[in-house]
Nanobody, 129 residues
């Protein structure tokens, strides 16, 4: 089992920045990838960014590319999501996820929420216009 705890959400004005952190505990050595997803009110969950534990390969949704940066610190079992130039449409609950199965290649195994095994409780990000 892997436990994930997100932090860093909050209220920010459009154009501002936030940094989300996800701390993993438990069987973290069995994790192959970490991802961030978000869900806005009335919408489905969507992929935001992901990173592989080995090699640090990153993947981003087109809507956040160039504005968000995902990074990991293996020594601390943390994954951060740095969000810049925030827009009102970024408002959502952001979830951290861990994939225990692998190794797999291909973007599908990083961007699809169905391949992730563990999820955090989520943290609210609200961007005001």
């Amino acid at each position: 089992q892997v436990q994930l705890v997100e932090s860093g959400g909050g209220l920010v004005q459009a154009g501002g920045s936030l940094r989300l952190s996800c701390t993993a505990s438990g069987r973290t050595f069995s994790s192959y990838a970490m991802g961030w997803f978000r869900q806005a009110p009335g919408k489905g969950r969507e992929f935001v960014a992901a990173i592989s534990w080995i090699g640090g390969y990153t993947y981003y949704a087109d809507s956040v590319k160039g504005r968000f940066t995902i990074s990991r610190d293996a020594s601390k079992n943390t994954v951060d999501l740095r969000m810049n130039s925030l827009k009102p449409e970024d408002t959502a609950v952001y979830y951290c996820a861990s994939r225990a199965r692998g190794p797999y290649s291909g973007s599908y195994y990083y961007t699809s929420d169905t391949v992730y095994d563990y999820w955090g409780q989520g943290t609210q990000v609200t961007v005001s216009s």
